[in-house]
């Protein structure tokens, strides 16, 4: 098939190369000049697993194009892809203007009947909507099809997804969209276009509203001294609940999950249902960011002056997206309080941050650690929590203070090395077998 990608970010480009390499001869255009640079230079802007070479071996092989949006004026394809942003508004709803352009674009330059599958996440009622607007007196096709590709994963979740959703009012657009994804193993879910939109919220707010729910149960495990760990494991084995998405620590972050999860409370809102579930998975997350500062707050007191290192910015490990990541927030708190805060992280690129607090960045984690005297695990990254310990020790200065914020580290080992841990609904353990905990 041929086919046409509209907006290269993370979901775009991954579908653009992936269809290519299924065999599709596609076409995918940005607004942004330099995010075709990179992709035709075969050095992608954002990090995901994979893509690079995909792209390369698809542009070689002549299946795979990138050009700048001004550079086309007409379009032969007969299926499209929107794959553009929909930030979120300060209102908490999700801002549409790109999906708009995108559609007006499209139906300014196709010769014929052009199936447009938007896997941008719009909000229910969304798709019709835009349909109605922008689309009512053209040959264009209007389906819903969202992605659930994870970030730093989402060339393999491309290629085994877990189920593949379209959502029209057309049958014969419906299996043109399904024809994308021939040979790809998954249950198919054909349904309208606002169920497939409320699929997407709804797939997301219940995995974020799992991971608000184990921090809730660290907390109190925290209070009383139980173990999250041991929790997880005796919760898990039944099939009813599951191992995945139940990692207590410092909360969800990222581009979506967020977003989300406030556009479905306020869509909620203004549908007349008041969804109060989706609230309090928003504020225990908010709360869960600061726990690293009340640690530090109850060990120092005041934290002017105090040499603090963030081990981590990415909002996950295998990514260098830095949107809605709580190591910011935990950054600007900590510098607001007089902090001296120095940050670490593989693949961030620090000048690319907006903000940062008066903080300094070292590459090289060592650095970062040396002279601190507590420091943060906010990602969880295998470099990270591989650091050599003994040598952290050393070059870290008193009370050695380590918190843990994705619990992703061997407390006894740590504690027996001389440092302060701290996790997230762990239990304290001493550095003195039988000793109460400090
Ligand atoms: C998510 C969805 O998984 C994906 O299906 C959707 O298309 C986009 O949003 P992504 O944002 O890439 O993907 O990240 P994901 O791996 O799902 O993690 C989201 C956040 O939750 C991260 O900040 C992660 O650290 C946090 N998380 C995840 C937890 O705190 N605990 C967990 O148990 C799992």
């Known amino acids: 098939m041929n086919v046409i990608v509209v907006g290269l970010g993370y979901v775009g480009s991954v579908a653009a190369a992936a269809l290519a390499e299924a065999g599709h001869r596609v076409l995918g255009v940005d607004k942004e000049p ?100 922008e689309l009512s007196d053209s040959r264009l096709e209007y389906v819903a099809n969202p992605e659930f590709l994870r970030e730093g994963r989402a060339v393999h979740d491309w290629f085994y997804p877990d189920r593949i959703v379209i959502g029209a009012r057309d049958r014969k657009a419906s299996e043109q969209v399904a024809a994308l994804y021939e040979g790809i193993e998954a249950p198919r879910v054909f349904t309208d276009i606002t169920s497939a939109e409320v699929i997407k919220y709804a797939a997301n707010a219940f995995l974020a509203t799992k991971i608000s729910f184990i921090n809730e149960i660290a907390n109190l495990c925290d209070k009383i001294g139980a173990s999250v760990d041991d929790v997880v494991a005796g919760i898990s084995p039944d099939p009813r609940i599951g191992p995945l998405f139940l990692r207590p620590g410092l909360g969800y972050g990222g581009s979506c999950f967020p977003k989300d999860v406030r556009a479905l409370d306020f869509i909620s809102l203004v549908n007349g249902h008041n969804f109060e579930l989706l609230r309090s998975v928003i504020s225990v997350n908010n709360r869960q960011r600061i726990l690293p500062v009340h640690a530090l707050r109850e060990v120092f007191g005041s934290l002017v002056g105090v040499p603090v290192a963030l081990l981590g910015l990415a909002f996950k490990p295998g990514t260098n997206d830095v949107r809605e990541s709580p190591a910011l927030e935990i950054m600007r708190l900590l510098a607001e309080q007089g902090a001296e805060v120095r940050v670490t992280d593989p693949m961030v690129r620090w000048d690319d941050l907006p903000e940062t607090w008066g903080a300094r960045f070292h590459r090289d984690p060592m650095e970062a650690l040396a002279g601190a005297r507590a420091a943060i695990l906010v990602t969880e990254w295998p470099q990270l929590v591989g650091l050599e310990w003994p040598r952290v020790r050393e070059v870290m200065e008193e009370p050695h203070l380590l918190f843990d914020g994705r619990n992703a580290l061997d407390p006894g080992l740590l504690v027996s090395l001389g440092f302060r841990y701290r996790g997230v609904g762990r239990p304290r353990v001493s550095s003195v077998e039988g000793q109460a905990p400090s």
């Open 34 to 133: 330099r995010v075709i640079e990179a992709l035709r230079d075969g050095r992608p802007l954002i990090h995901e697993e994979g893509l690079a070479e995909l792209v390369a071996r698809c542009m070689a092989a002549g299946r795979l194009e990138f050009l700048h949006t001004s550079e086309v004026d007409r379009l032969d394809q007969e299926t499209g892809l929107v794959c553009v942003g929909t930030p979120g508004l300060p209102t908490g709803g999700p801002d549409l203007s790109q999906v708009r352009e995108a559609l007006r674009w499209l139906k300014a330059r196709a010769t014929g009947p052009l199936v447009v599958a938007v896997k941008s996440t719009v909000p229910p009622g969304g798709g019709l909507h835009l349909m109605r607007q």
